[in-house]
């Protein structure tokens, strides 16, 4: 254990809340190979959901194709864009058949036409509301800017969909305050039933927290044994 993170003024941000075997198999399950499934526009359009589903959502320019790339070792899983908002469907992958990692739509990017916004809005509203195999929302929080009024939104929608969400905080080496900003995110989470008590700390940059969050998502896998 004593797993550490250091910020780029070598503070300590974190430590791991995770023993070496948790560590490992989420290090295994993310050496898996990943491949696209397919991108949805429409419900009609969803694959079948017969591995447990992870979705990644988060505002425009949160960093979640870094994330997505980090997590699993690749350059290009997910396409980062110059543009945010770039991505407006859910993309599935596929992680060594025992996972599907879900992509979604970044939201909170005011140049996107209004109907598009809503048509947008009502596919992820339908697919969280209506996903049988969806385990886990990871809920990706700008470091620097902490949780805004559209994410309370998104875990208000959790909330009503009865879908775990849990708070990922991006681009950690470049906060101010990170200690602080996670005891005020971890205090807001306990306010809602659907939030996982546990806010992991990453930097894809630094490769900080991609351990821990490998390790908190391999839990919700499907076990080798059964595969």
């Known amino acids: 254990m004593g797993h550490h993170a250091k910020n780029e003024q070598g503070r300590e941000l974190t430590s791991s809340h995770f023993t070496d075997a948790e560590l490992e198999a989420g290090r295994l399950l993310f050496a898996q190979e990943s491949t696209f499934l397919l991108g949805v526009a429409r419900l009609q359009q969803l694959p079948d959901d017969s591995l447990p589903e992870i979705a ?12 997505l790339n980090a997590l699993t070792g690749r350059k290009s899983l997910a396409r980062t864009s110059n543009t945010p908002g770039r991505t407006q469907q859910l993309n599935f992958f596929d992680l060594g058949h025992r996972l599907t990692l879900v992509d979604m739509p970044g939201y909170g990017f005011a140049k996107a036409p209004k109907a598009e916004v809503a048509a ?9 509301r209506g996903r049988v195999g969806l385990r886990r929302l990871c809920l990706l929080i700008d470091a620097r800017h902490g949780l805004k009024p559209v994410d309370r939104e998104i875990m208000d929608l959790m909330e009503e969909s009865a879908v775990v969400f849990q708070i990922v905080l991006t681009k950690c080496d470049k906060a101010k305050k990170l200690p602080q900003l996670i ?6 989470v306990g306010e809602y039933r659907a939030g996982a008590p546990q806010v992991i700390a990453t930097s894809s940059r630094q490769n900080l927290g ?9 839990k ?6 059964l595969g």
């Open 56 to 67: 990644f959502a988060g505002r425009s320019n949160v960093g979640k194709s870094s994330l």
């Open 183 to 188: 005891a005020a995110t971890e205090k807001t």
């Open 120 to 128: 947008w809005t009502r596919l992820i509203r339908d697919y969280l």
């Open 210 to 218: 991609i351990a821990d969050l490998r390790a908190e998502l391999a």
């Open 220 to 225: 919700l896998a499907l076990d080798e044994a």
